[in-house]
Nanobody
Framework: QVQLVESGGGLVQAGGSLRLSCAAS????????MGWYRQAPGKQRELVAT???????YSPDSVEARFAISRDNAKNTVYLQMNSLKPEDTAVYYC???????????????WGQGTQVTVSS
């Protein structure tokens, strides 16, 4: 099994910053990618940022200029630095990891429990 433990959510005023962390643990072979989704009340879960083991990153245009994803492969930890936060960034943020259990085996995705981010106006 894989455990993803998130931290760093909370309440912040508009224009403020937060840093989320997500640490993965388990007896997996490797982590192919880690990242973040978010889900606001009444809305679908949406991708916020991804980071691959090779160093590639991606964020949608809606957050790319304000959010930055980084990763510590040695610690199996991914971070999301969120700056210039807006009320519309309010959501539960979920960490994910695409984990490989062995060479030539398909990857599996695992999710964290979610951490609430609330941005007040």
């Amino acid at each position: 099994q894989v455990q993803l433990v998130e931290s760093g959510g909370g309440l912040v005023q508009a224009g403020g910053s937060l840093r989320l962390s997500c640490a993965a643990s388990g007896s997996f072979f490797s982590i192919i990618a880690m990242g973040w989704y978010r889900q606001a009340p009444g809305k679908q879960r949406e991708l916020v940022a991804t980071s691959t083991s090779g160093g590639g990153t991606y964020s949608p245009d809606s957050v790319e200029a304000r959010f930055a994803i980084s990763r510590d492969n040695a610690k199996n930890t991914v971070y999301l630095q969120m700056n210039s936060l807006k009320p519309e960034d309010t959501a539960v943020y979920y960490c994910f990891a695409n984990v490989n259990w062995g060479p030539q085996l398909p990857a599996s995705r695992y999710w964290g429990q979610g951490t609430q981010v609330t941005v007040s106006s």
